[in-house]
């Protein structure tokens, strides 16, 4: 079953502009991470953020977790084209190692 | 450094046929992991392994299924025999035990059952 559960399922926005992702998720957590999947190709690691932090960055991703709420966004500032993907959250509620996918976001930004 | 390899990129068969699924994790990581993504389902984890030996195989969606590490460089994903419902792409993924280590995905094998 899916732990995380991103919000859009799809977005379209113009290069420039910002993107913003959310995620849901169902038990505690220890972690969550955000991941980006190009077409045809494998996930590719974004970001971690910890249960005990509650923002983080990375170059254009900023990323907020909210325990009490059970949710977590990624924004992507100055969107660019290379962005155009989709991009996941994943939960690890035990050992690291085994995390659960969302469904996704599709992310489209139009030149 | 090499990212993990996965083969074939594609593959298409008839149904009850064996497919044979090939992924040779990056060097030196302890865990080895492989998913199924599906449109209706997205992305299940099947099984995943330390150190070669099978952890947790409680996602393999039935006996047809089975997945093997002989060494550390090296596993195999089967589906035997093969039904179109296991059409999707299948993804191998390794990480280092350390905690909070990403996983590093290969590019997936698009399997297609006729």
């Known amino acids: 079953s899916q732990q995380g559960e991103e919000d859009p399922q799809a977005l379209s926005i113009q290069e420039g502009e910002n993107a913003t992702m959310n995620c849901s998720y169902k038990t505690s957590i220890n972690n969550l991470q955000w991941y980006r999947q190009n077409s045809g190709r494998g996930l590719v690691h974004l970001i971690l953020?910890?249960?005990?932090?509650r923002e983080k960055h990375s170059g254009r991703l900023r990323v907020t977790l909210d325990t009490s709420k059970k949710s977590s966004s990624l924004l992507i500032t100055a969107s660019r084209a290379a962005d155009t993907a989709s991009y996941f959250c994943a939960t690890a509620d035990g050992g690291y190692q085994k995390v659960t996918f969302g469904i996704g976001t599709k992310l489209q930004v139009i030149p | 450094d090499a990212g993990v390899i996965q083969s074939p990129r594609h593959e298409v068969t008839e149904m009850g046929q064996e497919v044979t699924l090939r992924c040779k994790p990056i060097s030196g990581h302890d865990y080895l992991f492989w998913y199924r993504q599906t449109m209706m389902r997205g992305l299940e984890l099947l099984i995943y392994f330390n150190n070669n030996v099978p952890i947790d195989d409680s996602g393999m969606p039935e006996d047809r299924f089975s997945a093997k590490m002989p060494n550390a460089s090296f596993s195999t994903l089967k589906i035997q025999p093969s039904e179109p419902r296991d059409s999707a792409v299948y993804f191998c993924?390794?990480?280092?035990?350390?905690?909070?280590?990403?996983?590093?995905f290969g590019d997936g094998t698009r399997l297609s059952i006729l």
């Open positions: 953020i910890r249960s005990n932090e």
């Open positions: 993924a390794s990480s280092f035990v350390a905690s909070e280590q990403p996983q590093h």
